[in-house]
């Protein structure tokens, strides 16, 4: 795809449709996001759902520069990710994670539970 010059790359998805039915339903738990609403590769990440999960009291920090505020608004996004992920489906991850890599862990508790 070419936008004013510029050549857009996506990113392969040859893996992530693999993980469809766990996609499903973490995406909606953790994000509230439906699949069939968003684009997932099998680059994406965690913390690209970052501001999906910015608590609703959030109170942005007055005192801080526009990139320090920004940067604090991710921060509380993962942290809030990290703990209902690890609440949900108590597995350790950290924002920078790939999707695909949560997912797998995720089926190998799944397995492991109903083997």
Same mark, same amino acid.
Do not use: W
């Given at each position: 795809?070419?936008?004013?010059?510029?050549?857009?790359?996506?990113?392969?998805?040859?893996?992530?449709?693999?993980?469809?039915?766990?996609?499903? %339903?973490? /995406?909606?738990?953790?994000? +509230?996001? @439906?699949?069939?609403?968003?684009?997932?590769?099998?680059?994406?990440?965690?913390? #690209?759902?970052?501001?999906?999960?910015?608590?609703?009291?959030?109170?942005?920090?007055?005192?801080?520069?526009?990139?320090?505020?920004? %940067?604090? /608004?991710?921060?509380?996004? +993962?942290? @809030?990710?990290?703990?209902?992920?690890?609440?949900?489906?108590?597995?350790?991850? #950290?924002?920078?994670?790939?999707?695909?890599?949560?997912?797998?862990?995720?089926?190998?508790?799944?397995?492991?539970?109903?083997?």
């Amino acid at each position: 795809m070419e936008f004013e010059g510029k050549t857009i790359v996506m990113a392969d998805t040859d893996f992530i449709g693999d993980y469809d039915d766990i996609a499903r %339903e973490f /995406l909606k738990t953790v994000f +509230d996001i @439906e699949l069939d609403e968003c684009l997932i590769t099998d680059e994406s990440a965690l913390s #690209d759902f970052s501001t999906c999960c910015i608590p609703e009291n959030y109170v942005e920090p007055e005192d801080l520069t526009r990139q320090e505020r920004l %940067e604090h /608004l991710y921060k509380t996004g +993962d942290a @809030e990710m990290i703990k209902l992920i690890k609440e949900k489906y108590d597995i350790d991850v #950290d924002p920078h994670d790939y999707l695909i890599t949560v997912f797998e862990k995720i089926r190998k508790i799944n397995t492991t539970v109903y083997n």
